[in-house]
Protein backbone atom coordinates (compact mmCIF):
# COMPACT_ATOMS: atom_id res chain seq x y z
CA UNK A 1 0.00 0.00 0.00
CA UNK A 2 1.38 3.44 -1.02
CA UNK A 3 1.45 6.13 1.93
CA UNK A 4 -2.45 7.13 2.36
CA UNK A 5 -3.20 10.61 1.58
CA UNK A 6 -7.09 10.88 3.38
CA UNK A 7 -7.20 11.55 6.24
CA UNK A 8 -11.21 11.67 7.56
CA UNK A 9 -12.83 14.11 5.09
CA UNK A 10 -13.05 13.42 1.59
CA UNK A 11 -14.66 15.27 -1.52
CA UNK A 12 -16.51 13.43 -3.85
CA UNK A 13 -15.93 16.38 -6.91
CA UNK A 14 -19.31 15.81 -8.60
CA UNK A 15 -22.69 17.96 -9.38
CA UNK A 16 -24.15 13.95 -10.80
CA UNK A 17 -26.55 13.29 -7.42
CA UNK A 18 -26.66 9.17 -8.79
CA UNK A 19 -22.65 9.31 -9.43
CA UNK A 20 -22.38 10.99 -5.59
CA UNK A 21 -24.83 8.08 -4.63
CA UNK A 22 -23.19 5.07 -5.90
CA UNK A 23 -19.68 6.70 -4.74
CA UNK A 24 -20.97 7.08 -1.22
CA UNK A 25 -21.84 3.29 -1.43
CA UNK A 26 -18.43 2.48 -2.26
CA UNK A 27 -17.14 4.33 0.50
CA UNK A 28 -19.17 3.53 3.13
CA UNK A 29 -16.91 0.90 4.80
CA UNK A 30 -14.72 3.18 5.46
CA UNK A 31 -16.10 5.65 7.70
CA UNK A 32 -15.14 8.96 6.27
CA UNK A 33 -17.06 12.10 6.40
CA UNK A 34 -18.13 13.26 2.81
CA UNK A 35 -19.16 15.88 1.23
CA UNK A 36 -19.89 16.41 -2.07
CA UNK A 37 -18.91 19.41 -4.73
CA UNK A 38 -22.67 20.19 -5.12
CA UNK A 39 -23.24 20.47 -0.95
CA UNK A 40 -19.93 22.60 -0.59
CA UNK A 41 -21.23 24.67 -3.79
CA UNK A 42 -17.73 24.12 -5.77
CA UNK A 43 -18.25 25.17 -9.34
CA UNK A 44 -17.90 22.21 -11.87
CA UNK A 45 -14.31 22.84 -13.78
CA UNK A 46 -14.73 23.04 -17.64
CA UNK A 47 -13.50 19.59 -18.77
CA UNK A 48 -10.79 20.50 -21.54
CA UNK A 49 -9.09 17.43 -21.35
CA UNK A 50 -8.57 14.74 -23.80
CA UNK A 51 -8.90 11.70 -21.78
CA UNK A 52 -10.81 10.54 -18.79
CA UNK A 53 -7.28 10.71 -17.02
CA UNK A 54 -6.88 14.48 -18.01
CA UNK A 55 -10.27 14.88 -17.04
CA UNK A 56 -10.53 13.15 -13.28
CA UNK A 57 -7.41 15.05 -12.51
CA UNK A 58 -8.77 18.28 -13.28
CA UNK A 59 -12.05 18.24 -11.71
CA UNK A 60 -10.16 16.41 -8.06
CA UNK A 61 -7.81 19.23 -8.18
CA UNK A 62 -10.36 22.24 -8.58
CA UNK A 63 -12.16 20.47 -5.73
CA UNK A 64 -9.55 20.37 -3.65
CA UNK A 65 -7.89 23.44 -4.14
CA UNK A 66 -11.21 24.97 -3.02
CA UNK A 67 -12.00 23.34 -0.09
CA UNK A 68 -8.67 22.37 1.17
CA UNK A 69 -9.22 18.56 1.57
CA UNK A 70 -8.94 15.78 -0.16
CA UNK A 71 -10.81 15.00 -3.22
CA UNK A 72 -11.95 12.56 -5.42
CA UNK A 73 -13.57 12.65 -9.14
CA UNK A 74 -14.61 10.44 -11.30
CA UNK A 75 -13.95 10.57 -15.23
CA UNK A 76 -16.06 7.74 -16.47
CA UNK A 77 -17.74 6.95 -19.87
CA UNK A 78 -19.21 4.52 -22.51
CA UNK A 79 -16.63 3.38 -25.60
CA UNK A 80 -18.36 2.01 -28.15
CA UNK A 81 -15.68 1.11 -31.37
CA UNK A 82 -18.27 1.12 -33.64
CA UNK A 83 -18.73 4.51 -33.05
CA UNK A 84 -15.00 5.02 -33.52
CA UNK A 85 -14.60 5.28 -29.32
CA UNK A 86 -17.85 7.55 -29.18
CA UNK A 87 -19.35 8.68 -26.75
CA UNK A 88 -16.20 8.16 -24.89
CA UNK A 89 -14.88 11.59 -22.67
CA UNK A 90 -17.89 13.14 -24.34
CA UNK A 91 -20.34 10.74 -22.70
CA UNK A 92 -21.98 13.39 -20.58
CA UNK A 93 -22.12 15.91 -22.85
CA UNK A 94 -23.99 13.39 -25.78
CA UNK A 95 -26.91 14.14 -22.75
CA UNK A 96 -27.01 17.80 -23.55
CA UNK A 97 -27.16 20.55 -20.37
CA UNK A 98 -30.38 18.88 -18.88
CA UNK A 99 -28.48 15.40 -18.90
CA UNK A 100 -30.90 13.62 -21.05
CA UNK A 101 -29.51 10.33 -21.15
CA UNK A 102 -32.23 8.93 -23.11
CA UNK A 103 -32.01 10.80 -25.83
CA UNK A 104 -28.27 10.72 -26.02
CA UNK A 105 -29.52 6.58 -25.91
CA UNK A 106 -31.10 7.49 -29.09
CA UNK A 107 -28.21 8.90 -30.36
CA UNK A 108 -26.14 5.98 -30.00
CA UNK A 109 -28.97 3.65 -31.64
CA UNK A 110 -29.39 6.01 -34.82
CA UNK A 111 -25.39 6.09 -35.30
CA UNK A 112 -24.81 2.31 -34.51
CA UNK A 113 -28.11 1.13 -37.09
CA UNK A 114 -29.10 -2.88 -36.93
CA UNK A 115 -25.87 -4.08 -38.27
CA UNK A 116 -23.44 -2.78 -36.47
CA UNK A 117 -20.70 -4.63 -34.10
CA UNK A 118 -22.72 -3.53 -30.53
CA UNK A 119 -19.92 -4.73 -28.42
CA UNK A 120 -19.13 -1.86 -25.98
CA UNK A 121 -17.41 -0.86 -22.88
CA UNK A 122 -17.21 1.18 -19.77
CA UNK A 123 -13.84 2.94 -18.40
CA UNK A 124 -14.14 5.00 -15.00
CA UNK A 125 -11.00 6.79 -13.77
CA UNK A 126 -10.63 7.66 -10.63
CA UNK A 127 -8.51 10.83 -9.50
CA UNK A 128 -7.32 11.48 -5.78
CA UNK A 129 -5.93 15.02 -5.09
CA UNK A 130 -5.04 16.86 -2.52
CA UNK A 131 -4.73 20.85 -2.20
CA UNK A 132 -1.13 20.83 -2.38
CA UNK A 133 -1.33 19.45 -5.75
CA UNK A 134 -0.35 15.67 -5.09
CA UNK A 135 -2.34 13.44 -7.38
CA UNK A 136 -3.14 9.90 -8.22
CA UNK A 137 -5.34 7.93 -10.71
CA UNK A 138 -6.65 4.71 -10.62
CA UNK A 139 -8.49 2.80 -13.88
CA UNK A 140 -11.58 0.24 -13.99
CA UNK A 141 -13.37 -1.35 -17.34
CA UNK A 142 -15.91 -3.64 -18.08
CA UNK A 143 -17.07 -4.66 -21.10
CA UNK A 144 -20.39 -5.87 -22.51
CA UNK A 145 -23.15 -5.27 -25.16
CA UNK A 146 -25.34 -2.53 -25.96
CA UNK A 147 -29.11 -3.51 -25.81
CA UNK A 148 -32.19 -1.89 -27.59
CA UNK A 149 -34.66 -0.89 -26.34
CA UNK A 150 -33.20 0.10 -23.03
CA UNK A 151 -34.27 -1.56 -19.75
CA UNK A 152 -34.42 -0.95 -16.35
CA UNK A 153 -34.59 2.11 -14.11
CA UNK A 154 -31.86 1.65 -11.76
CA UNK A 155 -28.40 3.07 -12.12
CA UNK A 156 -27.76 6.22 -14.40
CA UNK A 157 -26.95 7.59 -17.60
CA UNK A 158 -26.52 4.79 -20.08
CA UNK A 159 -26.73 2.10 -17.91
CA UNK A 160 -29.99 0.74 -19.16
CA UNK A 161 -28.58 0.05 -22.74
CA UNK A 162 -25.37 -1.86 -21.50
CA UNK A 163 -25.57 -5.66 -20.53
CA UNK A 164 -22.02 -6.62 -19.23
CA UNK A 165 -20.40 -9.85 -20.48
CA UNK A 166 -21.66 -12.77 -18.81
CA UNK A 167 -24.83 -11.24 -17.33
CA UNK A 168 -28.41 -11.46 -18.46
CA UNK A 169 -29.45 -8.07 -16.76
CA UNK A 170 -28.29 -4.27 -18.37
CA UNK A 171 -26.91 -2.21 -15.57
CA UNK A 172 -30.22 -0.95 -15.18
CA UNK A 173 -31.83 -3.60 -14.58
CA UNK A 174 -29.28 -4.60 -11.53
CA UNK A 175 -29.83 -4.06 -8.14
CA UNK A 176 -27.12 -1.79 -7.04
CA UNK A 177 -24.75 -4.12 -4.94
CA UNK A 178 -24.94 -6.66 -7.86
CA UNK A 179 -23.59 -3.89 -10.14
CA UNK A 180 -21.06 -2.32 -7.27
CA UNK A 181 -19.37 -5.83 -7.38
CA UNK A 182 -18.47 -5.78 -11.26
CA UNK A 183 -18.73 -2.12 -12.97
CA UNK A 184 -16.08 -0.13 -13.88
CA UNK A 185 -16.51 1.89 -10.91
CA UNK A 186 -16.16 -0.50 -8.57
CA UNK A 187 -12.18 -2.17 -10.35
CA UNK A 188 -11.18 1.42 -10.47
CA UNK A 189 -12.61 1.67 -6.20
CA UNK A 190 -10.65 -1.09 -5.63
CA UNK A 191 -7.51 0.01 -6.72
CA UNK A 192 -8.16 3.03 -5.12
CA UNK A 193 -9.36 1.59 -1.17
CA UNK A 194 -6.54 -1.01 -1.24
CA UNK A 195 -4.08 1.85 -1.93
CA UNK A 196 -5.57 4.27 0.48
CA UNK A 197 -6.64 1.65 3.14
CA UNK A 198 -5.60 -1.47 2.21
CA UNK A 199 -7.34 -4.29 4.33
CA UNK A 200 -9.26 -1.44 6.34
Not at 68 to 97: C, K, N, T
Not at 160 to 180: A, N
Request: glycine residues 8%; charged residues 25%.
Amino acid sequence: MAHRLIDDSLVIASHNPGKVSEIRDLLHPFKLIIHSAAELDLPEPEETGTSFSENAILKASAAAERSGMAALADDSGLVVPALGGAPGIYSARWAGPEKDFDSAMVRIEKKLGPKANREAHFICVLALALPNGVTRTYEGAVGGTLVWPPKGKSGFGYDPMFRPKKFSETFGEMHPPKKHQISHRAAAFRLFTADQFGDA
